[in-house]
């Protein structure tokens, strides 16, 4: 596979295989990440999705394979010097710290980041919308309002890749559709590249520019959600579209309903 220029990241043959889990949870798996790009991955519990985000972002090494990012080998890099982020599904908030302090925290740590801190938590908690709330405490938020702390902690940063493991997975419908909207525009203004781990297809099709399917640690297929919906690369991939659109129409006939009871 050739690398392109747009191409953010380059993931070649990457393996991994757990000695208690028996079979390989990853099975020479290759795609590009493109620059800018909303690339979900989907697929069902245990198919190696969060395996995979570990390796990307450095918490875990792979068996075989490389990680190329910007044409640079990154497989043996420090986490802390990937320029990536990531946000996960329970928040990993400090507790015992103000929506400020969370988000001014890592800011204060760096040298090159000390002075200008507070200036830059500021305006990341404007921009999640969070600017009222900044002297609370991450307990007295909803878990909307948590996780957009996260993601602002995690934009301060300045990442240029921010890797999702199942971000909305606790949060209540309307939030969920409300979060998504958000980080679509976050993701305009700030040209983050985001990589979206979720088994939730309706979320997938809904966000994406691109959706990777997985099973059983391979690849299924890469593609938009519109080729993915014209043309299935598998049954396993139909079955995904089909539940797809059933969710859709069950989600059209209660607001129908909702509208009727109106
Ligand atoms: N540290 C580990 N040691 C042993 N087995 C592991 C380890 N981490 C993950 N596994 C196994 O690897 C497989 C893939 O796990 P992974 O968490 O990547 O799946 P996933 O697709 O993210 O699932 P989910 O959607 O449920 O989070 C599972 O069978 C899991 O039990």
Known sequence: MDVLVRDKLFISDISKTFVDAGTGVLNHVSFTVRDGEFLSILGPSGCGKTTLLRILIGLLKPDTGSIIKDGKDITGTAPAARKMGIVFQNYALFENMTVLKNVEYALKIRPETRATARETAMEMIAAVGLSEHIHKMPGKLSGGQQQRVAIARTLALQPEIILFDEPMSALDVATRLSMRTELKALQKRFGTTMIYVTHDQEEAFALSDRILIMDQGNICQLDTPENICRN???????????????????????????????
């Open 232 to 262: 299935p690369a598998s049954d396993y991939v139909r079955s995904f579209v089909l539940a797809n659109i059933r969710l859709k129409v069950d989600s059209l006939s209660r607001y129908a309903e909702m509208v009727r009871d109106v």
